[in-house]
């Protein structure tokens, strides 16, 4: 089932405004997945990206689909053949760190919704010009951080983006204040020494306290 640029921005949209944070995941372990996929949920992050750089994390992505309340997709997809194993993983969104033709051709026909990379002007307008509204902004604090999107803004008011990349709990607030931000993507509320030993109460902890970023 087919799906439009403008179609897929809209359901990034709605994943991205359902937290402040999208937790950004690289998961060694398949046995980690459904307990950290619980912890992150119950932490008030449902929305998970599981980043496609281990060899485990096709399979965190089918285990992490049975969780309920969790919505899992895939991180760096770099190719159509990684949109194909998204999808056949269970994955309910993509996410690239930048954008080709290729890679949104088949996200566009197989139906898997994109949350394409950008990290200029001109690349955010080339992907507006496609009908993506919703990107990502990568990476963040090397591409300039909050003043570098705020600027972006100005002229292209019309794009939301998830920064990610450098983004922490001491700098999110400060792309959260921004109009042009649906959310940030981190990778701090699931450190690997957490992970590694399995401390699923401390990850729990940590969504909790992202879950609240830029309330008022």
Known sequence: MSITPQDA???????CRTAPVIPVLTV???AHAAPLAKALVAGGLPVLEVTLRTPAAL???????????GIPGAGTILSPADVEAALEAGAKFGVSPGATDRILDAAEEMG????????TAS??????????TTQKFFPAEVAGGA?????IGAPIPQILFCPTGGVTPSN??????????????GSWVAPADKLASGDWAGIE????????????
């Open 9 to 15: 921005s809209i359901a990034a949209e709605k994943l």
């Open 28 to 30: 060694e372990d398949v």
């Open 59 to 69: 399979d965190v992505i089918r285990e992490m689909s049975g969780v309920e309340g």
């Open 112 to 119: 898997l919704p994109m949350l394409p990379g950008a990290a």
């Open 123 to 132: 690349e955010a307008m080339a992907l507006l010009e496609r009908g993506y």
């Open 147 to 151: 003043k570098a999107l705020k600027a």
């Open 172 to 185: 999110a607030a400060d792309y959260l204040s921004l109009a042009n931000i649906a959310c940030v993507g």
């Open 205 to 216: 902890a940590l969504a909790r306290e992202a879950s609240m970023l830029g309330a008022s």
